[in-house]
C-alpha cells in the first residue's frame, strides 16, 4: 500500500472538511425549506389575487359596454 505524502493529507483533509460543511448546509435545509413553502405560498396567492382582478376587470369593461350600448340608438347616437 502507498504511503501519503503531507500535500495528499492536506487534499484529503481539506476534500473531508468540504464534505463536512456542505453536509451541515443540506442538514440545516429546514429553516430555508419553511422560508421556500412561505414564499410559493404567497407567489400563489399573489396570482390568484391578480386573476381575480382581471377578472373583475374584464366583467366591469362588459357591463360598460353593455351600458354603452344601452344609451345610444341603433345608429350610435346618445340617447337624451
Do not use: C, N
Amino acid at each position: 500500500m502507498p504511503t501519503f505524502s503531507t500535500d495528499e493529507w492536506l487534499i484529503v483533509l481539506l476534500v473531508f472538511l468540504l464534505g463536512l460543511v456542505l453536509g451541515m448546509a443540506a442538514m440545516a435545509g429546514g429553516k430555508w425549506k419553511q422560508r421556500y413553502r412561505d414564499e410559493v405560498r404567497k407567489r400563489q396567492e399573489a396570482e390568484a389575487e391578480r386573476d381575480r382582478l382581471r377578472t373583475d376587470v374584464r366583467h366591469t369593461e362588459a357591463r360598460t359596454l353593455v351600458t354603452d350600448a344601452h344609451d345610444r340608438d341603433r345608429d350610435g347616437r346618445p340617447v337624451t
